[in-house]
């Protein structure tokens, strides 16, 4: 992955996650997944409990019906022939027996299943002990390896007092299985519920935050000039929302107007003194009338450097102005070649037209002051280069004269500061290309030329 695209892939990770759509949607899928993992748990645990008292009535009714069907002989011996009413009693190793055993003295003999091909031990009755039933339940082992519930009950059979044992035994794994089997099922649909149940949620969670995509992108029209204010229905929700950001548009808009109005009338009211001292400089004359005359010259730029920042100051965090940049430059660059045949200004741009997030006299008076000091310096060659960035455009003016050393690169930039006397200028060029880029949020970097001379750098912030 290049380098570059690392901390865009990041910066859009940070804003994802940072997303009112990705919280609902993550935390209304947690709250799914987890309320349908407990479903689950509590409805397979209701399941096995039901399943396991069904199993345990099945075998007590089993022993009440073996119980039910053997006698004592005149003989006293153990009889009868027990129908339990399940093949399984008759098929060997099932899982599934009866046993009647005699107790009491006197009583012998001894039957069971056809499916008991074998005695199936039971553990002492200290370890497990009748209950005031005279039953007891417990879990063993059967013929086959396979896990079995036992039911053992003492009944009396005769008027003797004859007591015989009877044991009833069903498959424990079977009930295992069959629970297993319900789970597997269980969860399958329900993890196939939960699946579609959390892609509807997220869709109508989606299509419910739509509204605000409709307010973004409308703000995005108004940020880039092609809306000046939120149109559309929007929901009762964010309908105050939207009617409040309109006024603060209309409000930001008239504080413009006000500062433009305000500027326009300061500089009416300068400029006809400014032009008085002027003209009685130069009718003055000599040493005094020069020195009129230059300070008159400055106090007119400084107040036009100074409206000009408080123009930008007025509309800055407001409406975003769209300025294409091609053309403004290009007629620079023909004002400039009409003043010096002998240099040549060369001009590189993309193809698409690249937008400058701000106003065509800031523009021009940016480029108007950079190309103005290339051309003063420059011996035969102006470059102008126009690029574009993330969020942000390049423009590039290099010139081959002598340039700046390093060093004085930042006194350059400092009100005033003229670092050749023998050129005529104020040193308020470079100053005011500062601060208005500044202004904008953007960069100025004076860094030596390919050409030889020097090269300004400035990024702006771009529309688009």
């Known amino acids: 992955m290049p380098q570059q695209a690392r901390p865009a892939r990041r910066n859009a990770l940070r804003i994802g996650l940072r997303s009112l759509s990705f919280r609902v949607v993550t935390f209304s899928t947690v709250w799914a997944v987890v309320a349908l993992v407990v479903i689950a748990t509590l409805i397979s645990a209701l399941y096995r409990v039901s399943a396991e008292r069904s199993f345990r009535s099945l075998l007590v009714a089993h022993l009440y019906s073996l119980v039910a069907a053997v006698s004592v002989s005149d003989e006293g011996e153990l009889q009868g022939t027990p129908a339990l009413y399940d093949v399984k009693f008759s098929q060997p190793g099932s899982g599934w027996y009866w046993a009647v055993e005699p107790v009491s003295p006197g009583l012998d003999g001894g039957i069971r299943s056809a499916s008991m091909t074998n005695p199936i031990p039971a553990p002492a009755i200290a370890e497990v002990p009748f209950d005031s039933q005279f039953q007891r339940v417990y879990e063993t082992v059967g013929l086959s390896g396979e896990r079995i519930d036992v039911v053992e009950n003492d009944f009396i059979l005769d008027a003797d007092n004859r007591i015989a044992r009877f044991r009833v035994m069903g498959n424990r794994s079977e009930l295992e299985l069959d629970i297993a089997d319900f789970s597997r099922q269980l969860y399958t649909y329900l993890a196939l519920f939960g699946v579609g149940m959390i892609a509807i949620n997220a869709i109508v969670i989606l299509l419910g935050l739509r509204p605000l995509d409709q307010v973004r992108n409308a703000l995005a029209q108004v940020r880039e000039g092609t809306a000046k204010k939120l149109d559309g229905r929007f929901p009762s929700e964010i309908e105050p929302l939207a009617s409040e950001t309109n006024a603060l548009i209309e409000n930001n808009r008239r504080i413009v107007e006000r500062s433009r109005t305000q500027v326009g009338n300061l500089a009416h009211s300068l400029k006809t003194p400014v032009a008085v001292l002027l003209n009685e400089g130069r009718a003055m004359?000599?040493?005094?009338?020069?020195?009129?005359?230059?300070?008159?010259?400055?106090?007119?730029?400084?107040?036009?450097?100074?409206?000009?920042?408080?123009?930008?100051?007025?509309?800055?965090?407001?409406?975003?102005?769209?300025?294409?940049?091609?053309?403004?430059?290009?007629?620079?660059?023909?004002?400039?070649?009409?003043?010096?045949?002998?240099?040549?200004?060369?001009?590189?741009?993309?193809?698409?037209?690249?937008?400058?997030?701000?106003?065509?006299?800031?523009?021009?008076?940016?480029?108007?002051?950079?190309?103005?000091?290339?051309?003063?310096?420059?011996?035969?060659?102006?470059?102008?280069?126009?690029?574009?960035?993330?969020?942000?455009?390049?423009?590039?003016?290099?010139?081959?004269?002598?340039?700046?050393?390093?060093?004085?690169?930042?006194?350059?930039?400092?009100?005033?500061?003229?670092?050749?006397?023998?050129?005529?200028?104020?040193?308020?060029?470079?100053?005011?290309?500062h601060d208005l880029v500044r202004e904008y949020g953007g960069e100025l970097a004076l860094e030596r030329s390919e050409l030889g001379g020097l090269k300004a750098v400035i990024r702006l912030p771009s529309v688009g």
Do not use: C
């Open 285 to 433: 004359g000599g040493e005094k009338g020069r020195l009129i005359v230059e300070q008159a010259a400055a106090l007119q730029q400084q107040v036009e450097h100074y409206l000009q920042r408080a123009r930008i100051a007025a509309q800055r965090d407001s409406v975003v102005f769209r300025t294409p940049m091609k053309e403004p430059l290009e007629r620079l660059m023909r004002v400039f070649r009409k003043l010096d045949r002998k240099v040549d200004i060369v001009f590189e741009a993309p193809e698409r037209e690249l937008v400058f997030a701000g106003e065509r006299e800031d523009l021009e008076e940016i480029a108007g002051n950079l190309l103005e000091n290339a051309v003063k310096w420059a011996r035969r060659t102006v470059r102008v280069r126009l690029s574009a960035e993330v969020g942000a455009v390049l423009l590039t003016i290099e010139d081959d004269g002598p340039g700046i050393p390093e060093e004085q690169a930042r006194e350059a930039l400092k009100r005033g500061t003229r670092l050749d006397e023998t050129k005529p200028g104020t040193g308020l060029g470079l100053a005011i290309v």
